[in-house]
Nanobody
Framework: QVQLVESGGGFVQAGGSLRLSCAASGRAFSRHSMGWFRQAPGKEREFVGGISWSGNSTYYADSVKGRFTISRDNAKNTVYLQMNSLEPEDTAVYYC?????????????????WGQGTQVTVSP
């Protein structure tokens, strides 16, 4: 069982930056692949990026590639999402998710554990 808590969301102007954190509690965080998803009002939850349990492999949606960076600190049981050059289209609730093996899915069905989400709002 893994519990996930996101933080770091907020309000920012276009072009700005935010760093989201996802703190995990429970067993063997370092044996979980992690993903970030987002859901805008009226839209489906979509994959933003993922990171392998070692941190050596990362994957990104085309819409955020080059602007967002995922990293993790297994000693702190935390995964991060650094978001730069934010655009109004990035406005959404951001969720982190965990899966207890080395696979890094790009679909929500691939993850078992989810946080409650943190709101990110980007103004024009």
């Amino acid at each position: 069982q893994v519990q996930l808590v996101e933080s770091g969301g907020g309000f920012v102007q276009a072009g700005g930056s935010l760093r989201l954190s996802c703190a995990a509690s429970g067993r063997a965080f370092s044996r979980h692949s992690m993903g970030w998803f987002r859901q805008a009002p009226g839209k489906e939850r979509e994959f933003v990026g993922g990171i392998s349990w070692s941190g050596n492999s990362t994957y990104y949606a085309d819409s955020v590639k080059g602007r967002f960076t995922i990293s993790r600190d297994n000693a702190k049981n935390t995964v991060y999402l650094q978001m730069n050059s934010l655009e109004p289209e990035d406005t959404a609730v951001y969720y982190c998710a965990a899966r207890a093996d080395w696979i890094v899915p790009i679909t929500r069905e691939g993850y078992k554990y989810w946080g409650q989400g943190t709101q990110v709002t980007v103004s024009p």
